[in-house]
């Protein structure tokens, strides 16, 4: 069974670009996360799916992060534009049942902003 | 308010020892899981072990065992006869109740000695 794929792994761009992430989570998994991951530190949740309902985005900085997850399947977060102190790895993750079952991850983008 | 603390940001151990890594978390909720992850230098967060609240015994996968103490609120991770694939981050996580959301500490370096 393929796991949570994620592209691209790494991004550098330059400040005030736009940057696109994408995810496509476990077959069957209703839930999708994207957690931020500054170096150093532990993942902070971004944004909650539960199929392709956004039911939690209050850590969303939503001036410049947009997310979607169209048909409830894949997943796209985008930044416009990109500031210096976004640089950090974006990691998608997937579940499916209830809170006790875990959360699988992808390998993460590391993105670079110069 | 911290919710999961990993005091320790770095740790030795000698191949084929066995290592605690500690966690310490703060809820007022009754119902709350516990999770550990790993996560190599390759980026992707792997599962290790997962604790409910209301479990009584502690969990084990393999190697892994979770010293769940529920009085002090610590859900050290123990790992048996470490291996030079060990060396890692290691995460410890929460998820409260009502909450599908994973707060994470900031996560502890091992480096396993041949």
């Known amino acids: 069974e393929a796991g949570v794929v994620q592209s691209p792994r790494y991004k550098i761009i330059e400040k005030k670009q736009p940057v696109a992430f994408w995810c496509n989570p476990i077959s069957g998994h209703n839930t999708l996360y994207w957690y931020l991951q500054n170096l150093g530190q532990g993942p902070e949740l971004l944004i909650r799916y539960e199929n392709e309902e956004a039911v939690d985005d209050s850590q969303l900085p939503k001036d410049r992060f947009s997310a979607e997850r169209l048909k409830g399947v894949d997943s796209t977060l985008k930044i416009q534009p990109a500031e210096l102190g976004d640089s950090a790895v974006y990691l998608c993750?997937?579940?499916?049942?209830?809170?006790?079952?875990?959360?699988?991850f992808g390998q993460g983008t590391r993105l670079t902003v110069v | 308010a911290q919710k999961i603390t990993q005091t320790q940001p770095g740790m030795f151990v000698q191949e084929k020892e066995a290592v605690t890594l500690d966690c310490t978390y703060d809820t007022s909720d009754q119902s709350y899981g516990l999770f550990w992850y790993k996560q190599p230098s390759s980026g992707e967060m792997i599962f290790l072990i997962y604790?409910?609240?209301?479990?009584?015994q502690n969990a084990t996968e393999g190697r892994y065992s979770l010293n769940f103490q529920k009085a002090r609120k610590s859900a050290n991770l123990v790992i048996s006869a470490s291996q030079l694939g060990d060396s890692a981050m290691y995460f410890c996580a929460m998820r409260e109740g009502g909450s599908y959301k994973l707060i994470f500490g900031s996560g502890t370096r091992l480096l396993v000695r041949p």
């Open positions: 993750a997937s579940s499916f049942g209830g809170q006790g079952t875990e959360a699988f």
């Open positions: 604790q409910g609240s209301y479990d009584e």
